[in-house]
């Protein structure tokens, strides 16, 4: 079956600009994680979904940020007046559940460039 | 900070040598997960080690948890090329679905 896929796979964007990135998670997997990759770093949490609602946005780095799931399926990550700190590969991960006995499958990730 | 520290941050290796790779913290975690990142895709599990001194074999790498389940290794017999990678140690704490990750170590093999 298909995996967890991510659009689109390159931005470019100019300081100040909104955009948005999608993440398809598998289906059937209720969990849905957002990760930020920094060059040189591991993944970092953003926020995670259970169904459609947000169960914990710790990992967003300030109020520019938010993520929605309003079917309990597809996501988008939405970053407002991006700054080019932003520059990074976000990931998108599901899982079958919320425990670490269900494996996060991940996607290739969408690598944004703020300039 | 980061809760997980990988060492070394790179290694490169003739094939056919052995390799060991770390992962430490000073917290306790009640899974660490071991990941292969190739370069423009996301990480892809190879193991998940939950219990105290945990051994686990997957062909010719060997996973360690530690006894106190604060840190672990990564071992690899007779390298080869297709080995090269960058490996991410990651650990969920009791009650915390949230994974910690590591920075990575960069693991190159040469032919």
């Known amino acids: 079956g298909a995996g967890v896929s991510q659009t689109p796979s390159n931005k470019v964007t100019e300081k100040g600009k909104y955009v948005e990135l999608r993440c398809d998670p598998i289906?059937?997997?209720?969990?849905l994680y957002w990760y930020r990759q920094s060059l040189g770093q591991g993944p970092e949490f953003l926020i995670y979904?259970?169904?459609?609602?947000?169960?914990?946005d710790s990992g967003l780095p300030n109020d520019r940020f938010f993520a929605v799931r309003p079917e309990g399926s597809v996501s988008t990550l939405k970053i407002q007046r991006t700054e080019r700190g932003d520059s990074a590969v976000y990931l998108c991960?599901?899982?079958?559940?919320?425990?670490?006995?269900?494996?996060?499958?991940f996607g290739p990730g969408t690598r944004l460039t703020v300039t | 900070t980061q809760l997980l520290e990988q060492s070394p941050q790179f290694l490169s290796i003739q094939e056919g040598e052995n390799l060991t790779v770390y992962c430490n913290s000073s917290?306790?975690?009640?899974?660490l997960q071991w990941y292969r990142q190739e370069p423009g895709e996301g990480p892809v599990l190879l193991v998940t080690?939950?219990?105290?001194?945990e051994v686990k074999k997957l062909k010719r790498l060997t996973f360690q948890f530690g006894d106190a389940r604060k840190d672990s290794s990564l071992h690899i017999t007779a390298a080869q090329p297709g080995d090269t990678g960058l490996y991410l140690c990651?650990?969920?704490?009791?009650?915390?679905?949230?994974?910690?990750f590591g920075a990575g170590t960069t693991v190159t093999v040469r032919a």
């Open positions: 990651a650990g969920e704490r009791s009650n915390d679905y949230k994974l910690s």
């Open positions: 991960a599901s899982s079958l559940g919320n425990r670490g006995s269900y494996e996060q499958y």
């Open positions: 289906s059937g997997h209720t969990a």
């Open positions: 979904f259970q169904g459609t609602g947000a169960a914990d």
């Open positions: 917290s306790v975690f009640s899974s």
């Open positions: 080690v939950v219990t105290g001194g």
